[in-house]
């Protein structure tokens, strides 16, 4: 895959793979590009697989969210192929989101009226996509700690020390530690 948009109601996300094989994103800012966030998508759309599939009229998607979609991803593969994903609301009991893979080759014409595929694929895909920006932009690696605590930073030494309780028991008297004594039975009256 060489690039991919994403575009929610929010916002619109483009981004593209430089010639170190890195994510750059190219929209709304030109940034590195976090690789969780790239990968965890782009992991789905490689993996992600529908649940079912469902044959509607094209006059029926908006029952599916699909004319006003959550999400739709734009992809550009390596030998320029293009792909779409439309994500739309979720199923009834939210396990799912009805989705459109490439909807416009997928259209059929029938004799009657137009149909379409739907997918279910799994609501990951919400979590993938609707992040804020912060999210999809690559975090600065953080400097290693120093050794030595700085200044303004409390130390193990400011904290007061608890000392823990002795818990070892005891050491047996020699009498305890002896066989007890066989003791007579008492007669009753």
Known sequence: MQSFIVETPDQMLSFEKDNAGQWQMQQPESAPASDASVAYLLNLL?????????????????????????????????????????????????????????????????????????LLVSPDFVNAVNRPLEEWRSRPATEPTPSAPDADEPSDADEPSIEEPDVTPPAASESEASEPEATEPVEGN
């Open 46 to 118: 490689a993996t992600g697989e529908s649940d079912r599939t469902l044959t509607v009229s094209a006059a029926d998607t908006a029952e599916f969210g699909l004319d006003e979609p959550s999400a739709t991803i734009n992809v550009v593969l390596d030998n320029e192929e293009t792909h779409q994903l439309v994500l739309g609301s979720a199923n009834f009991d939210n396990s799912a989101i009805y989705a459109q893979a490439d909807p416009e080759a997928n259209s059929e014409p029938s004799a009657a009226e137009a149909e379409t595929t739907i």
